[in-house]
Nanobody, 114 residues
């Protein structure tokens, strides 16, 4: 199982970014996948996840600003982030569960300047 996140960068407050997570090594279309983030000095937290049936779940802190989506043909997970705030600064990771084991991609750093 491989998950490769990309798309992070430096953006001003109020700006937008789109993260991508390319999956390989498992049947992507039938698994729930999600985005998590970890800010400096804080625990990793769920940002959003999406089921195989495209049901979505968001952290309260990002509702209305972030949109999670998936393209099963391209085996790619996305996170569209808008109205970014400095408190969104973190390393963002994609994750899935496969055969009762967690798999994490390498993170991608998002920095939001005020």
């Amino acid at each position: 199982v491989q998950l490769q996140a990309s798309g992070g960068g430096l953006v001003q407050s109020g700006g937008s970014l789109r993260l991508s997570c390319k999956a390989a090594g498992f049947n992507f279309s039938i698994h729930t996948v999600g985005w998590y983030r970890q800010a400096p000095g804080k625990q990793r937290e769920l940002v959003a996840d999406i089921t195989s049936g495209h049901t979505t779940n968001y952290a309260d802190s990002v509702k209305g600003r972030f949109t999670i989506s998936r393209d099963n043909i391209r085996r790619t997970l996305y996170l569209q982030m808008t109205s970014l705030k400095p408190e969104d600064t973190a390393v963002y990771f994609c994750k899935t569960m496969y055969r009762n084991r967690e798999y994490w991609g390498r993170g991608t750093l998002v920095t939001v300047s005020s």
